[in-house]
């Protein structure tokens, strides 16, 4: 302690002033006690003291205050008592003084470590610090009080390191969790087994918080997350909560500390208290394997109110799962403050035998809209596929949402929110097979322009070269749903062929209900050889029925046929032009056309992107410069 006025001595080994000489200075009075530096650790140089603090007045008539003294516990000593930062037994303060303990150091059940006491005086603004692993081993004996006196202003109990283990906490204003290099992802900072002391929402502070975040944030997405606080018996109270008070934003990640629970009330009772690190945005995350039943996975979150957008999830060759098994590209669970969930991609690749609920994007509070589901090879007749979802009965969790399909043999128990599906084709997409089968499902409505198919240009030169005349694609097959806005069928041209979605529905005005499979079919209208082997009512070797001219087709006959037309537009638009029927040696028909139409006029441009449909009446069908040889 250092000297005060004239009438203090200077002792550096001392730290008592009163009844009982503790040192080689005589009895002094009227003057503050500080500076002290104690460290006790049960060593020869630093053994346990009779009256073990920083600083002390044990006079009972002494005025001084007791300010500015540091105890330190350390090397696993056990106390007999109590210990103090600061004490005095007379009428002054004991204030701004520490205690600091590491090392396993406690004190026994029944006793207590105090930042400052005083018999006559206030107790305020001191410090308990708790420097990793005290008291552990689940004993629970330590405990801690900012003062004895019930006024806590400006006390504090300051958390360092992992581990810490206290029976009580009591007379504090603030705690204080340091964030420093010792503490890791899935730490616990402090267990409690009770915690008299009632804290505001904003006394329970972390320091170093943004420093820890840029160490130990993941760029490839996903949370952080410290227990701060755990209760080990009973529950802290915490008055106001308000977790967005506390939020900050780095980067692509939220941080700030939250309660276990989605409670909302002004005075809680909580059990833990979390520090976390969420990556809400741009997260990329591959999952392979087998996953465990009950698994919770996700690419972005926030647990703090930050809109959850742009994150992607892949599982590629994932496995498993089971009962409450979730899976999601993007996922907010939080309570407040920016709620939805947006415009994230969930791309399941090689998936097999996965028993789970898969998630575009999710939503505790909010919205979930414009979200993705890639299917690349998915067979999981368990698994459930939502576009959005949300605990909340009034959320938007389907506007926007896509499930996009882009190979054959994909397999899902369900589908549900989804406010379009897109089919793109590419190489290995076979004609005759089926993209994507659903086994049951709540009713699902489209609006008919929502079922959208993507690269038939690429997979029609693909049947070009395999020179497959009929192309034929299952896109849907599965639980009934409902096409609304239905004004007529899907119609495309693109290069040799035309294509249509044929649907098995029943159609009433302009809703078709009742569609249990989505059909692509293919015609080549033009450019197409056949040489037939075997016998058919009609055969023929270019055919348009959605009113293409049908041109520069060859059908050679070298059989007895019926009917046969090299060029045959079967529609009610569409003319045949410049085909060739070729009869040869044993060949022989009863009806046989080179050109063959039941088309009245020509359509505008069969090849536009937004109307193919429209006719011009101006222009009549014909069936012209056609050869028969």
């Known amino acids: 302690m250092?000297?005060?006025?004239?009438?203090?001595?200077?002792?550096?080994?001392?730290?008592?002033?009163?009844?009982?000489?503790?040192?080689?200075?005589?009895?002094?009075?009227?003057?503050?006690?500080?500076?002290?530096?104690?460290?006790?650790?049960?060593?020869?140089?630093?053994?346990?003291?009779t009256l073990?603090?920083?600083?002390?007045?044990?006079?009972?008539?002494?005025?001084?205050?007791?300010?500015?003294?540091?105890?330190?516990?350390?090397?696993?000593?056990?106390?007999?008592?109590?210990?103090?930062?600061?004490?005095?037994?007379?009428t002054g303060n004991a204030t701004q003084n520490e205690v600091v303990i590491k090392g396993n150091a406690h004190t026994p059940f029944g006793s207590a470590v105090y930042g400052g006491y005083s018999v006559g005086g206030s107790t305020t603004h001191n410090t308990v610090t708790l420097?990793?692993?005290?008291?552990?081993?689940?004993?629970?004996?330590?405990?801690?009080?900012?003062?004895?006196?019930?006024?806590?202003?400006?006390?504090?109990?300051?958390?360092?390191?992992?581990?810490?283990?206290?029976?009580?906490?009591?007379?504090?204003?603030?705690?204080?969790?340091?964030l420093?290099?010792?503490?890791?992802?899935?730490?616990?900072?402090?267990?409690?087994?009770?915690?008299?002391?009632?804290?505001?929402?904003?006394?329970?502070?972390?320091?170093?918080?943004?420093?820890?975040?840029?160490?130990?944030?993941?760029?490839?997405?996903?949370?952080?997350?410290?227990?701060?606080?755990?209760?080990?018996?009973?529950?802290?109270?915490?008055?106001?909560?308000?977790?967005?008070?506390?939020?900050g934003i780095w980067d692509d990640f939220e941080y700030g500390k939250r309660i276990e629970n989605t409670l909302t009330a002004p005075t809680l009772s909580v059990g833990k208290i979390y520090f976390e690190a969420n990556q809400f945005q741009n997260a990329r995350i591959t999952k392979i394997g087998v996953l465990a039943a009950g698994s919770r996975i996700y690419a972005g979150t926030s647990t703090l109110g930050t809109t959850v957008q742009h994150n992607t999830l892949t599982l590629d060759g994932v496995s498993g799962g089971g009962y409450n098994t979730n899976i999601f590209a993007g996922y907010n669970p939080s309570d407040g403050g920016n709620t939805d969930t947006k415009n994230n991609t969930l791309i399941l690749k090689d998936v097999t035998a996965l028993s789970a609920d898969l998630y575009g994007g999710y939503s505790a509070k909010g919205n979930a809209v414009n979200n993705t589901v890639i299917l690349k090879n998915f067979n999981a007749g368990n698994a459930a596929l939502f576009g959005g979802g949300s605990d909340n009965a009034g959320a938007q969790v389907r506007n926007g949402n896509i499930l996009q399909v882009t190979t054959s043999g994909n397999v899902t128990h369900s589908i549900h929110n989804f406010e379009s599906m897109e089919f793109v084709l590419g190489p290995g997409i076979v004609s005759g097979t089926t993209m994507l089968t659903a086994g049951t499902s709540t009713p699902q409505t489209f609006d008919r322009n929502k079922?959208?198919?993507?690269?038939?240009?690429?997979?029609?030169?693909?049947?070009?070269?395999?020179?497959?005349?009929?192309?034929?694609?299952?896109?849907?097959?599965?639980?009934?749903?409902?096409?609304?806005?239905?004004?007529?069928?899907?119609?495309?041209?693109?290069?040799?062929?035309?294509?249509?979605?044929?649907?098995?529905?029943?159609?009433?005005?302009?809703?078709?209900?009742?569609?249990?499979?989505?059909?692509?079919?293919?015609?080549?209208?033009?450019?197409?050889?056949?040489t037939p082997t075997t016998w058919a009512a009609d055969v023929h070797?270019?055919?348009?029925?959605?009113?293409?001219?049908?041109?520069?087709?060859?059908?050679?006959?070298?059989?007895?046929?019926?009917?046969v037309r090299a060029g045959y537009t079967k529609a009610w638009n569409g003319g045949s032009e410049d085909n060739t029927l070729n009869l040869l040696s044993g060949g022989s028909v009863t009806n046989g056309y080179a050109g063959y139409t039941t088309g009245v006029h020509l359509l505008v441009n069969p090849e536009d992107e937004d109307h193919p449909e429209l006719v011009d009446t101006t222009k009549n069908a014909d069936a012209k410069n056609n050869t028969v040889n």
């Open 180 to 247: 420093e290099n010792d503490v890791h992802h899935g730490d616990a900072m402090h267990y409690s087994r009770y915690t008299d002391s009632a804290f505001e929402w904003n006394n329970i502070l972390t320091d170093k918080a943004l420093d820890w975040v840029k160490a130990n944030a993941s760029p490839n997405g996903g949370s952080k997350r410290i227990t701060l606080y755990s209760q080990a018996g009973y529950n802290m109270t915490v008055n106001n909560y308000d977790a967005l008070s506390s939020k």
């Open 541 to 563: 070797a270019g055919i348009s029925t959605y009113g293409n001219t049908t041109n520069h087709n060859e059908l050679n006959i070298s059989m007895a046929l019926t009917n």
């Open 2 to 49: 250092e000297k005060q006025t004239a009438a203090v001595a200077f002792c550096s080994t001392c730290f008592v002033r009163g009844g009982a000489l503790f040192s080689d200075f005589q009895y002094v009075y009227a003057a503050d006690v500080t500076g002290g530096d104690v460290l006790i650790d049960g060593t020869m140089a630093h053994p346990i003291l």
């Open 451 to 530: 079922i959208k198919i993507k690269n038939l240009s690429s997979w029609a030169q693909e049947m070009i070269d395999h020179n497959v005349n009929a192309p034929t694609l299952r896109l849907y097959y599965g639980a009934a749903i409902t096409l609304n806005n239905y004004t007529q069928s899907f119609f495309k041209t693109v290069r040799d062929y035309e294509f249509g979605i044929r649907e098995n529905g029943t159609l009433s005005g302009n809703i078709m209900t009742g569609v249990t499979e989505l059909t692509l079919s293919g015609n080549r209208f033009q450019n197409a050889t056949e």
């Open 52 to 90: 073990p603090a920083g600083g002390a007045i044990t006079n009972a008539s002494d005025h001084g205050n007791v300010t500015g003294n540091k105890l330190t516990l350390d090397g696993g000593v056990v106390l007999p008592g109590n210990a103090y930062g600061g004490y005095t037994a007379g």
């Open 131 to 178: 420097v990793g692993a005290s008291d552990s081993g689940n004993t629970y004996n330590l405990s801690l009080s900012g003062g004895n006196k019930t006024d806590a202003t400006g006390n504090v109990l300051q958390i360092k390191g992992t581990d810490n283990r206290t029976r009580s906490v009591y007379n504090f204003e603030k705690i204080k969790f340091v």
